[in-house]
């Protein structure tokens, strides 16, 4: 079993920047991949990006692509989102993910309890 707890949620004007982060414990040993996923009131939870065990290999969703950057420190058992030029439409609970394929909820074997992301106009 890992548990994951998300925190660095809050209230942010847009164009404004947060960094979330993912602590992970528990079976931590074996060689997860890491993600966050996301989901707006009345949507369907959604994937945003996902890195490998050795931070070598990352993957954006086109949606925040070029503004979150996703990164980890396996030393710390942390996995971090750092979300730059926030838009409104960017609000939503930030889950974190640890599973063998990162890619979709399907995939995930692992999920944290959310943090909430605000960004007002």
């Known amino acids: 079993q890992v548990q994951l707890v998300e925190s660095g949620g809050g209230l942010v004007q847009a164009g404004g920047s947060l960094r979330l982060s993912c602590a992970a414990s528990g079976r931590t040993d074996n060689a997860y991949v890491m993600g966050w996923f996301r989901q707006a009131p009345g949507k369907e939870r959604e994937f945003v990006a996902r890195i490998s065990w050795s931070g070598g290999s990352t993957y954006d969703a086109d949606i925040v692509k070029g503004r979150f950057i996703i990164s980890r420190d396996n030393a710390k058992n942390t996995v971090y989102l750092q979300m730059n030029s926030l838009k409104p439409e960017d609000t939503a609970v930030y889950y974190c993910?640890?599973?063998?394929?990162?890619?979709?909820?399907?995939?995930?074997?692992?999920w944290g309890k959310g943090t909430l992301v605000t960004v007002s106009s």
């Open positions: 993910a640890a599973g063998a394929y990162v890619s979709s909820p399907g995939g995930v074997d692992y």
